[in-house]
């Protein structure tokens, strides 16, 4: 089975799994403010897809090198399928928005620490992770439409909904328009703004996540992605039912159990003294 400390990568720089399964990516092309290539998309998958089987990793912190996140598609590679024709260029289009619903579909929980520039694809990746930190500093924008192109694009349109809600998606997607942290904390497209160590908050976090069973996270990912759009109550409580059998089952429950009545243990004694 491949490990995602044995492969390489051109466009991303990958950092080593740490104590607590931790591992670190950063979109790595900073003279573009790390602009999307196909290429880019491609290893996009290959990270998902390795770190979703590779034990060592826990938890994925997803960020950008130099000063911004990601500002979307690079421009060549728009100029490369206008070159093409049409099946060509659904061929593509198909590439990049395949990737983006690939690395949703890692099983390891996301966390995305947005600083400077978040707009089209890279809000695309931004809206794939499970959580979203920024800096003050980052903007964030879809900006399809300003190219004169449809304003949904790469799952913007199914993602941007479900996180900030129709209307507010409604008004950034026909408008292009390009919106601050402030506003992106208001209507709950990030969780929070981090105005000192954007990078180590985000680590933080993900050592709370990675604290817990590696099945548990991955049930608990698989239940949520599925749920926000169950039928009905009933339906979504007959995945939850499955998932919790299944994790009453692992052997991992049982170590983790023990270690939060631990916990517990602790504070109630530490509140005694």
Same mark, same amino acid.
């Given at each position: 089975?491949?490990?995602?400390?044995?492969?390489?990568?051109?466009?991303?720089?990958?950092?080593?799994?740490?104590?607590?399964?931790?591992?670190?990516?950063?979109?790595?092309?900073?003279e573009v403010l790390?602009?999307?290539?196909?290429?880019m998309?491609?290893?996009?998958?290959?990270?998902?897809?390795?770190a979703s089987?590779?034990?060592?990793?826990?938890?994925?912190?997803?960020?950008?090198?130099?000063?911004?996140?990601?500002?979307?598609?690079?421009?060549?590679?728009?100029?490369?399928?206008?070159?093409?024709?049409?099946?060509?260029?659904?061929?593509?289009?198909?590439r990049?928005?395949?990737?983006?619903?690939?690395?949703?579909?890692?099983?390891?929980?996301?966390?995305?620490?947005?600083?400077?520039p978040?707009? !089209?694809?890279?809000?695309? =990746?931004? /809206?794939?992770?499970? %959580?979203?930190? #920024?800096?003050?500093?980052? $903007?964030? @924008?879809?900006?399809?439409?300003?190219?004169?192109?449809?304003?949904?694009?790469?799952?913007?349109?199914?993602?941007?909904p479900?996180v900030?809600g129709? !209307?507010?998606?409604?008004? =950034?997607? /026909?408008?292009?328009? %390009?919106?601050? #942290?402030?506003?992106?904390? $208001?209507? @709950?497209?990030?969780?929070?703004?981090?105005?000192?160590?954007?990078?180590?908050?985000?680590?933080?976090?993900?050592?709370?996540?990675?604290?817990?069973?590696?099945?548990?996270?991955? =049930?608990?990912?698989?239940?949520?992605?599925?749920?926000?759009d169950?039928?009905?109550?009933?339906?979504?409580?007959?995945?939850?039912?499955?998932?919790?059998?299944?994790?009453f089952?692992?052997?991992?429950?049982?170590?983790?159990?023990?270690?939060?009545?631990?916990?517990?243990?602790?504070?109630?004694?530490?509140?005694?003294?």
């Amino acid at each position: 089975m491949s490990s995602l400390a044995t492969q390489s990568f051109d466009f991303l720089q990958v950092g080593a799994a740490d104590a607590d399964g931790v591992v670190t990516v950063a979109l790595n092309r900073p003279e573009v403010l790390n602009a999307i290539t196909f290429p880019m998309f491609d290893e996009l998958v290959r990270l998902a897809e390795v770190a979703s089987l590779d034990d060592a990793v826990r938890v994925l912190v997803l960020t950008g090198a130099g000063r911004g996140f990601c500002a979307g598609l690079d421009l060549a590679a728009i100029d490369e399928m206008l070159g093409r024709d049409v099946p060509a260029a659904m061929h593509l289009q198909e590439r990049a928005g395949g990737a983006v619903a690939r690395f949703k579909a890692c099983t390891k929980p996301v966390i995305a620490a947005i600083h400077g520039p978040c707009t !089209g694809g890279g809000l695309a =990746l931004a /809206l794939a992770a499970d %959580v979203r930190l #920024a800096t003050p500093q980052a $903007r964030f @924008g879809t900006a399809f439409v300003r190219l004169g192109l449809s304003g949904c694009d790469v799952g913007v349109s199914w993602l941007l909904p479900r996180v900030v809600g129709l !209307g507010h998606a409604s008004e =950034l997607m /026909l408008t292009g328009e %390009v919106i601050d #942290a402030a506003e992106a904390e $208001r209507i @709950g497209l990030v969780n929070r703004i981090v105005t000192d160590d954007l990078l180590g908050t985000a680590g933080t976090l993900a050592r709370r996540m990675s604290r817990n069973s590696s099945f548990g996270l991955k =049930l608990t990912k698989q239940a949520l992605q599925v749920n926000v759009d169950a039928p009905s109550l009933d339906a979504a409580i007959e995945m939850e039912n499955r998932n919790q059998i299944l994790a009453f089952n692992s052997p991992e429950m049982r170590t983790t159990l023990q270690r939060f009545r631990q916990d517990q243990a602790s504070r109630r004694s530490a509140r005694r003294g």
